[in-house]
């Protein structure tokens, strides 16, 4: 085994249900001629730093994940397609897992988490997030928040209005020293992993320290038809 193992882990287990009404997981759906999940695979294969990347889809969306990697991008023994969780942090776990049975886990294994719907991801954010993960331990990709952040704890009087100076909105990657993760996260209560909403949450609510690494306003997440209409934009000027 050796040291300093950096994976790519790509999540791509969403429903795509905030899309309307489609037949496929808007990761599967076309970009500039094809497939959403295929422009981001390819941002991983570019980097030789990872020593793997992995896929991590629902079960029946393996097979179809597999023939659009051998259909856009050249040969890569270095892309797994596996079956992923039922939530954002037990998709994580199933790659470390993974990882584990390859005997490739230890104390310098990195990952780096990625939406699959992040289909502009730049060199830079990635390369930082592994000099980051190495450095830290854990970051996480993030921008200043430009809008005022109005907080309402009974969702319909403010509560608060937060100094928008401090606050940023998260993105991805979100990169990690892998068993660390695992562990802290094997050792929450049920009711603890029923709140987290994303994996640096796992560490924060145990006082861990988390990174920041600047994202990119590029960096979108394709979640509603208007995000495809500027990503197909975006695509269009690059």
């Known amino acids: 085994m050796k040291d300093n193992r950096v994976y790519g882990v790509i999540l791509a287990g969403g429903k795509g249900t905030r ?3 489609v037949e496929k997981p808007k990761q599967f759906m076309e970009l500039g001629g ?36 051998r259909r856009y991008i050249s040969a890569d023994e270095r892309i797994r397609v596996i079956e992923g969780g039922t939530t954002r942090n037990e998709t994580i776990m199933n790659a470390i897992a993974y990882i584990e049975q390859q005997n490739d886990l230890n104390e310098e294994t990195i990952i780096v988490t990625h939406d699959s719907v992040r289909p502009f991801l730049s060199h ?22 430009t809008d005022t952040i109005v907080e309402s704890k009974d969702h319909q009087m403010i509560s608060s209005i937060p100094d928008r100076s401090t606050m940023y909105q998260g993105q991805t990657p979100q990169s990690f020293q892998a ?19 994303d994996a640096c949450k796992i560490l924060v609510m145990k006082g861990e320290n988390v990174h920041l690494v600047e994202g990119e306003e590029s960096n979108i997440k394709i979640t ?7 990503a197909e934009a975006l695509l269009g000027g690059v």
């Open 19 to 21: 899309m309307g009404n």
């Open 34 to 69: 094809k497939p959403i999940i295929v422009h981001t695979i390819e941002k991983f294969v570019m980097n030789s730093e990872f020593c793997g990347i992995l896929v991590l889809t629902p079960k029946q969306w393996i097979k179809h994940t597999e023939d659009l990697i």
């Open 124 to 145: 830079r954010i990635l390369e930082e997030n592994i000099r980051y993960a190495k450095e830290y331990g854990a970051c996480d990709t993030v921008i200043p928040a």
């Open 179 to 197: 068993k660390h993760l695992k562990d802290i996260y094997e050792s929450l209560t049920k009711e603890e992993k029923e709140i987290l909403t």
């Open 224 to 230: 509603y038809p208007y995000d495809l209409r500027v």
